[in-house]
């Protein structure tokens, strides 16, 4: 199955992504490739029906949870210690130029 | 051979040397050859001098523990509160985390100097850890080649001696093919064996930290100190090993059952091949018996391996949005326009890939088509893995079906560099421990890894395997030159 530029560009939209005409013909390209390797599981052995579990479901008893307990929060200023706060807000202007 | 941890922390505590004088001479093994090998990528020698300072104390007032005072390096995707962490991105540039990990916790507890982070590919995602922001690190063995990756700059720094030991970060192969590119050891514990949080998240149900060593019993003594449950991650498993590992190593394999799977084989360079049998004949001259299995799920592992990572991933990166930190473009219309300007201005053209893949796979349509179907492929993976080791005690195999690449390689596609993570992969699937071991050279002196694969939480025997290959095959592969001597 050939993947388009339109569907490249919608993914990249629900990815929050964007490309350059000559990045999405590259990405395109590339990305058929992809598709076509990933496809190769449904050539493959069936998965059997059993319940999907993640690896730490095998490892991790549902009855063995933490308590839900409130703990300390980090402090605001360590948290907004990357970036320009504003009030103790993260702050983003609504356009910059 | 050169001084493994208990032999540096046996002169540290007889004080034949101290922990400054120690730093010392790491910092300037690293000030002469980092600029040519780019194994670091932030230095950080204030903190390390002060935190000898306090392991001398700690030496001093008696009963410090193995790793007190031992110079060692962190991979960038490790936070270290106030320290640079970076994961090797354009879009975390100037990122200083506000917290430890919890392996990082560990060890600073312990006394452990850190030197600094090390190099390794964006977001830990590649083989080559080419896709940095920083440039590639270049492999010690020879700078003509690439380390391997995703933790390339941690086997960069062990191989050469500018770290004691490091720690890396293995989803798909991450600790284990640059340790056989470049001729170390490196273990990747049992998925839950040691806690991931602090760990910049990549594939969240495959991640796991480990160290990166120059000896099977220095991966034990450090898998020792940073294994254990963690109420900060659920996923985490405080299992009980019983006595340290480091300290249950002397072992025969008499009657050890060894599974070797033919498909671990197919299309693996001969020379590679020809050593694994070379390690086989020598487990088997001394009493282990080798098994021959099958292993059908395994041809499938790697595309059910990249749609379950790249799915992850597509989640986790989601949080890069030029908010709360790490790089913000410059000039932007609205708030969407300023988010997916910042992610494609900041992300590599791998983790895009990537990003974009696992938004595939997890779209309306097409989630059940490969997202459902790769994790129900991956309990066919987890059972037949539970089946062998009915049978075996352990795997062997190659740790990558090639030795390291030429730098700046363009001969691959992205699918054909995927390629290349066959024999890594199907251990992450399944959440078992797998240790990387050299076990001798090509004809290009390019060094070969050889693969112990165990059942979940079975280290120990991981570790027996792969130290009672080392003391009987002896240096198959010649230590690394240059870097600090002690």
Known sequence: MAITKTEIEKLARLAKLSFSDEELERFTAEFDEIIAFADTINQSIEGGTEQIRSVGARMVSFDDLRSDEVVPSLPNEKILSNVEGYNGFFSVERSKK | ?486
Not at chain 2, 48 to 53: F, P, R, Y
Not at chain 2, 192 to 217: C, F, H
Not at chain 2, 357 to 365: A, E, R
Not at chain 2, 420 to 430: K, L, R, Y
């Open chain 2, 1 to 486: 051979m050169r001084a493994g941890i208990a032999e540096l922390a046996e002169k540290l505590r007889n004080r034949e040397i101290s922990a400054v004088e120690l730093t010392k001479v790491y910092i300037k093994a690293i000030e002469e050859l980092n600029p040519t090998l780019n194994a670091y990528v932030h230095l950080t020698f204030d903190t390390a001098l002060k935190a000898a300072e306090q392991a001398d104390q700690m030496l001093k007032e008696g009963d410090a523990p193995p790793l007190c005072g031992i110079p060692m390096a962190l991979k960038d995707n490790i936070c270290t509160d106030g320290l640079p962490t970076t994961c090797c991105s354009k879009i975390l540039k100037g990122f200083k985390p506000y917290y430890d990990a919890t392996v990082w916790e560990k060890l600073k507890k312990q006394g452990a100097v850190l030197l600094g982070k090390t190099n390794m590919d964006e977001f830990a995602m590649g083989s080559t850890s080419e896709t940095s922001c920083y440039g590639a690190p270049l492999n010690p063995r020879n700078t003509d080649y690439v380390t391997g990756g995703s933790s390339g700059g941690s086997a960069a720094a062990v191989c050469a001696n500018l770290a004691v030991y490091s720690l890396g970060s293995d989803t798909g192969g991450s600790i284990r093919q640059p340790a056989s590119f470049c001729g170390v050891v490196g273990l990747k514990p049992t998925y839950g064996a040691v806690s991931r949080y602090g760990l910049i998240a990549y594939g969240s149900s495959l991640d796991q930290i480990g160290p990166l060593t120059n000896s099977v019993k220095d991966a034990a003594i450090v898998f020792d100190a940073i294994k254990g449950g963690d109420k900060r991650d659920q996923t985490s498993v405080d299992y009980d090993y019983g006595a340290p590992l480091a300290e249950c190593l002397d072992r025969d394999v008499k009657g050890m059952r060894i599974g070797v799977a033919e498909e671990f084989f197919d299309g693996i360079n001969p020379e590679i091949k020809s050593k694994i049998e070379e390690a086989l004949n020598l487990f088997e001259k001394n009493g282990a018996k080798i098994e021959n299995i099958r292993f059908p799920a395994l041809k499938i592992a790697l595309p059910v391996y990249y749609i379950i990572a790249c799915a992850e991933a597509s989640s986790n990166l989601g949080r890069y949005d030029g908010i709360r930190y790490g790089y913000r473009t410059s000039s932007y219309t609205s708030i969407d326009d300023m988010i997916v300007k910042t992610r494609s201005e900041g992300f590599g053209d791998e983790v895009k890939r990537r990003i974009m893949l696992g938004t595939y796979v997890l779209s309306s349509g097409y989630y059940d088509a490969y997202y459902k179907k790769a994790c129900l492929i991956r309990e066919e993976i987890n059972r037949e893995f539970d089946a062998v080791f009915e049978k075996c005690d352990v795997l062997v195999a190659p740790t990558a079906p090639n030795t390291a690449f030429p730098l700046n390689y363009r001969g691959a596609s992205p699918v054909e560099m995927y390629l290349s993570d066959i024999c890594t992969v199907p251990v992450n699937i399944a959440g078992v421990p797998a240790i990387s071991i050299p076990c001798g050279a090509d004809a290009k002196g390019l060094p070969i890894g050889m693969q112990i694969i165990g059942k979940r939480f079975d280290e120990a025997t991981v570790l027996q395997a792969a130290h009672f290959y080392e003391q009987c095959a002896g240096e198959v592969i010649g230590a690394y030159e240059g870097g600090a001597r002690v």
